[in-house]
Structures are given as structure tokens and as C-alpha cells.
């Protein structure tokens, strides 16, 4: 029998119930609209970033660098911290019994007291420090690579002289950013290095192609290279290193030192025709050495940068020191590197009008720029930190004269000169720097600013040297002031008497103590008193 087809219930109501039902969906609707309206929820908007029109771009780039560098050495500060706190209580779990424990004599506590090695921090500065000792260790060529703007404000002397002193070490000189300055004036510094070391013209690229990213180009138009992806000197600079290594016979290892901002990593990525080291506005990015193959038989190991020593003047330390931005105010930094330029040439350069001092510059830069605070009073701080970041970075063009006469430097005689130019091809290394000089789009001498260099910048190659942390300072001299009150609590503390056995306390006598014990009081009355009752006399 065939199963009747059951009918599907109507969705028919009344308009009544529809109507309610609308209702209430309208009145939700409502609140929710409401709420949102309350927490203020929006669609969260991409950032745009910095526009390329911005005349401060670089500027403002480099201090989000900064701020990024100090908030990663904040986060390393405290994880040390927080690891160090963490090793604390495992130890005193691990080793309950390690205490001072006070069953021992005061005498004993007060003279074989000894302090435990307590875990310290180490500063970016001793990492930095450590880091650049392995790569001069390992290295068979170092290369120093110098800003062709300031060569000699670029040569650190304790460095050399390490390098000197570990023997059967080469030390080359790198002139990079070589397309800054006048073709003069590059020549004239090239011919004054070249007396003492090896030296080698360079310019490096500082946009070479990521490491895995295929660029493509179309067929129809003719691509021209932009001036910042060209290199100079890289082929020139292969064979110097590849003729070294044949003479020695066995594969070699080359270290790339120098300060912050000259372009070390730069010139291992241009070797290497991609990005393999970190490199940025900011000064000191990297941190660790890095080794990266060049070939089968050549290794180059990048390194971070030199310390530079306190003692410095204040203008080699606002252009070598990566924290000097912020170590030293803004203001200061930038009128030390105004005081040594030629102030007709800053101020052709800038565009601005005469000045007396640098604040009356920097007002004027700031007008200049469209640099305002809050009411449309000129940025003084901002146009100071423009200057520091331009005069830093690898855009401007200034340069230096070398020195009249010729001397050769303290820590160099005549043979260590001759060690470290044995083994390598000097004439073909002489073609090349020709070569590259004329390649080479300098600008003219017109459109560069002097600079008086203030000579050789030096550098920290010690540890004990290396300055400490706000933070490693304080620790220091809480330690120091408990230490104070320890030995202050132990010269409180009185000797004990050298006697066979230690004085006891007197007691109170409690009754029913079954410690007392009763002493007979014996004289010659009690002796002829056979009746004496001898429970009577107590202590």
C-alpha cells in the first residue's frame, strides 16, 4: 500500500506575530549599534608610512630605528634579568646547605667570609667587544674599512696595533663611499695611505637584490641601473684577496672591521651581489660576527663595530658613537659637527641664511625645513637631529684634506710597512684604484662642505675599559654599601674569650624544676648538728 505524502507545516502566522517578531530584531539591531557606538570600534587602518616627499624622511626613519634598537636591548636587559633571578632559586633549592649557617663561631664567620661570583649582565658594548676579538682572531686579512669623507677620523690606533701585535696578520685599508667626495681630494688621500698600507678605492652598493628574489625587467624599455645598486671596486678588490690566497696556498679568512655607519656589511653584500648582512640607517645593527663564503677559498666574516673611547672630542664621538644621540643632547652633538665645517660652504649647502652660533642656525634650518613645535615656534631639537642623521648617513657629500706632511703613525716602523704589503700584487691593486677613481661620478669640490678632521678617533680594545650601564652602576654600588654594613656588623661583634668553657647565663629559679639541684651549705655548726634538715637550703 502506497504511503500517503505528508504535508510540509505552512509557515503562515499572523500579523500580529510577524509584526512583534520585526520588532524586536529592530530593537536588537539597535542596542548592538549602541554598544558599538560606545567602545568606539573601527576598522583598524593600514599605516601609510612616510611619504617620499618629505623632505625629513631619513630623519625621522633613523629615530624609529632607534627607538626600535633601544626597545630590543631593553627586552634583552630584562630577560638576562629575569634569568638571572631564575638561577638564583634554583641554586637555593639545589643547595639548601650553601647558607652561612650559625652554629659556627662569630670568630670564624668574621675572618673566612668569602663572597660568591654573583652573576652580572653584560652591556651591549662587552658583547660588541668579545664579538670583534673573535674576528681578529680568526682572520688571516683584516680589511678597516675607512669613510673616504674623514679617513684618518676613521683609523682607530689601539685596533692596528692589536692587529700588529698578534702577528702574521694582514691589515688592508678600504676607502668606501668613495663617490662622495671630489676626485682631488681622493687621490690626494689614497696617495698618503698608500705609503703605510695596502689600500683599495671602493664603493659600495646599498641596494643590492635580496637573497632568492628574481628581479625582472621589461623587454621594451632600456633599464638604466640607479647610482645606488652600482659597485666599484668589487672586482679589484676579489683579485687582491684571490692573489693573496694563491701565495699562501690554503684557504684564507677575511675579517671586515671599522666604526659604525662606514659600510661593512655593505661591502660584503656587494662582494657577494646580494643581501646576506643586516644593513640599515641605524648605526651598530650588527651585533655578532657572521661568516659568509665568498668562494671555495675565501671566507669573510663581518663584525659589529669598534667602541669608541670617551676621552674623544665631542665631534668625532657624535659621528663614530652610535649612542651619541642619545648619550649627548641633540643640540650638542650636532653644533660639535657644525664647529669643525666651513660655515660659507654649510651655509650654500643648507640654503639658509648667515650665522653667528649654532642655535641660530639650527632656527634657521628649522624654518627652512617647516620644522615647528606646538604654537609655530622653529624645531631647534629636530633641525639638530636632521643635521646629526645627514652628516651620518651615506647621502651627504663632505670631505677632508689630508695632512701636509707625511708621518708615519706611532705604532708602525718601517719593517712591520714592508710585512704587510708582502704577498700581495701592488701594481695590479694601483690599475684598479685608477681605474675605479675614473669610473667613479664624484662631485665637485663647489657642491661639498669642508670638514676639519679632528685626527685619529680612539678606540677601546680592553675590557676593564669599556664604560658600564646606568643600571650595572647602581647594581655596583649596592653591593658596595652592603659590603660596608657587613664589615661594620662584624667589627660590632665582640670576641669571644679564650677561656675552656663558655660563661652561662644566669637563670631564674622556677620551682618544680627538676634541673635545680640542692646544695648543702656545710659549716661547723651544721657539721655537729646531726638533726640539720638538709632539704631546706637551696640555690
Known amino acids: 500500500m502506497k504511503r500517503p505524502k505528508l504535508k510540509k507545516a505552512s509557515k503562515r502566522m499572523t500579523c500580529h506575530k510577524r509584526y512583534k517578531i520585526q520588532k524586536k530584531v529592530r530593537e536588537h539591531h539597535r542596542k548592538l549599534r549602541k554598544e558599538a557606538k560606545k567602545r568606539g570600534h573601527k576598522k583598524s587602518r593600514k599605516d601609510p608610512g612616510i611619504p617620499n616627499s618629505a623632505p625629513f624622511k631619513e630623519a625621522?626613519?633613523?629615530?624609529?630605528?632607534?627607538?626600535?634598537?633601544?626597545?630590543?636591548?631593553?627586552?634583552?636587559?630584562?630577560?638576562?634579568?629575569r634569568q638571572k633571578e631564575q638561577d638564583k632559586k634554583r641554586k637555593l633549592e639545589t643547595n639548601p646547605a650553601d647558607e652561612p649557617s650559625n652554629i659556627e663561631?662569630?670568630?670564624?664567620?668574621?675572618?673566612?667570609?668569602?663572597?660568591?661570583?654573583?652573576?652580572?649582565?653584560?652591556?651591549?658594548?662587552?658583547?660588541?667587544?668579545?664579538?670583534?676579538k673573535k674576528v681578529i682572531e680568526a682572520s688571516d686579512i683584516v680589511l678597516e674599512v675607512l669613510d673616504a669623507r674623514d679617513p684618518l677620523g676613521c683609523?682607530?690606533?689601539?685596533?692596528?696595533?692589536?692587529?700588529?701585535?698578534?702577528?702574521?696578520?694582514?691589515?688592508?685599508?678600504?676607502?668606501?663611499?668613495?663617490?662622495?667626495?671630489?676626485?682631488?681630494?681622493?687621490?690626494?688621500?689614497?696617495?698618503?695611505?698608500?705609503?703605510?698600507l695596502p689600500t683599495v678605492v671602493f664603493k659600495a652598493s646599498t641596494n643590492p637584490k635580496d637573497k632568492g628574489r628574481i628581479t625582472k625587467v621589461k623587454a621594451k624599455k632600456k633599464a638604466f641601473p640607479l647610482k645606488n645598486n652600482v659597485c666599484f671596486g668589487k672586482e679589484g678588490l676579489r683579485k687582491f684577496l684571490g692573489g693573496f690566497q694563491q701565495t699562501c696556498g690554503k684557504p684564507i679568512q677575511v675579517g671586515v672591521i671599522g666604526f659604525p655607519n662606514v659600510g661593512k656589511s655593505s661591502i660584503i653584500n656587494s662582494l657577494k651581489q646580494e643581501r646576506i648582512c643586516n644593513v640599515g640607517i641605524s648605526m651598530g645593527l650588527t651585533r655578532s660576527m657572521q661568516a659568509v663564503p665568498l668562494d671555495k677559498q675565501i671566507t669573510i666574516i663581518d663584525s659589529p663595530s669598534f667602541i669608541v673611547s670617551p676621552l674623544n672630542s665631542s665631534a668625532a664621538l657624535a659621528l663614530r658613537s652610535p649612542a651619541s644621540i642619545e648619550v649627548v643632547k641633540p643640540l650638542e652633538a650636532a653644533?660639535?659637527?657644525?664647529?669643525?665645517?666651513?660655515?660659507?660652504?654649510v651655509v650654500l649647502k643648507y640654503n639658509v641664511p648667515g650665522y653667528e652660533n649654532a642655535l641660530e642656525f639650527f632656527t634657521n634650518l628649522a624654518q627652512r625645513r617647516g620644522l615647528h613645535q606646538k604654537g609655530g615656534s622653529p624645531d631647534t631639537e629636530r633641525a639638530a637631529k636632521l643635521l646629526w642623521s645627514?652628516?651620518?648617513?651615506?647621502?651627504?657629500?663632505?670631505?677632508?684634506?689630508?695632512?701636509?706632511?707625511?708621518?708615519?703613525?706611532?705604532?708602525?716602523?718601517?719593517?712591520?710597512?714592508?710585512?704587510?704589503?708582502?704577498?700581495?700584487?701592488?701594481?695590479?691593486?694601483?690599475?684598479?684604484?685608477?681605474?675605479?677613481?675614473?669610473?667613479?661620478?664624484?662631485?665637485?669640490?663647489?657642491?661639498?662642505?669642508?670638514?676639519?678632521?679632528?685626527?685619529?678617533?680612539?678606540?677601546?680594545?680592553?675590557?676593564?675599559?669599556?664604560?658600564?650601564?646606568?643600571?650595572?652602576?647602581?647594581?655596583?654600588?649596592?653591593?658596595?654599601?652592603?659590603?660596608?654594613?657587613?664589615?661594620?656588623?662584624?667589627?660590632?661583634?665582640?670576641?669571644?674569650?679564650?677561656?675552656?668553657?663558655?660563661?652561662?647565663?644566669?637563670?631564674?629559679?622556677?620551682?618544680?624544676?627538676?634541673?635545680?639541684?640542692?646544695?648543702?651549705?656545710?659549716?661547723?655548726?651544721?657539721?655537729?648538728?646531726?638533726?640539720?634538715d638538709f632539704s631546706r637550703d637551696y640555690v
Not at 65 to 75: D, F, I
Not at 335 to 345: G, K, M, N, V, Y
Open 390 to 532: 645627514e652628516w651620518t648617513g651615506a647621502s651627504l657629500s663632505y670631505y677632508c684634506q689630508p695632512p701636509t706632511s707625511w708621518t708615519l703613525s706611532p705604532h708602525f716602523n718601517e719593517s712591520i710597512v714592508a710585512d704587510m704589503k708582502k704577498g700581495f700584487n701592488l701594481e695590479e691593486l694601483e690599475q684598479n684604484n685608477t681605474h675605479n677613481i675614473q669610473a667613479i661620478q664624484s662631485p665637485c669640490s663647489a657642491n661639498s662642505v669642508l670638514f676639519y678632521s679632528s685626527g685619529l678617533t680612539n678606540g677601546i680594545m680592553e675590557e676593564k675599559d669599556i664604560p658600564e650601564l646606568p643600571g650595572q652602576k647602581r647594581e655596583r654600588k649596592q653591593e658596595e654599601r652592603k659590603d660596608v654594613k657587613d664589615t661594620e656588623k662584624i667589627s660590632d661583634m665582640s670576641p669571644v674569650e679564650e677561656t675552656g668553657e663558655e660563661a652561662l647565663p644566669e637563670e631564674p629559679i622556677i620551682a618544680g624544676d627538676p634541673s635545680i639541684r640542692p646544695c648543702i651549705i656545710l659549716d661547723e655548726k651544721t657539721k655537729e648538728d646531726d638533726a640539720y
Open 60 to 81: 625621522l626613519l633613523r629615530e624609529a630605528e632607534l627607538r626600535k634598537q633601544q626597545l630590543e636591548e631593553l627586552k634583552q636587559q630584562q630577560k638576562l634579568d
Open 335 to 345: 653644533s660639535a659637527i657644525l664647529s669643525q665645517a666651513d660655515a660659507r660652504q
Open 105 to 132: 663561631s662569630k670568630e670564624e664567620f668574621g675572618q673566612s667570609k668569602t663572597k660568591r661570583p654573583k652573576l652580572t649582565k653584560q652591556s651591549p658594548k662587552t658583547v660588541h667587544y668579545q664579538e670583534l
Open 155 to 196: 683609523r682607530c690606533p689601539q685596533v692596528e696595533e692589536v692587529i700588529i701585535k698578534n702577528g702574521h696578520k694582514k691589515l688592508v685599508l678600504v676607502l668606501n663611499k668613495s663617490d662622495l667626495i671630489p676626485k682631488e681630494n681622493l687621490e690626494n688621500w689614497l696617495n698618503y695611505l698608500t705609503k703605510e
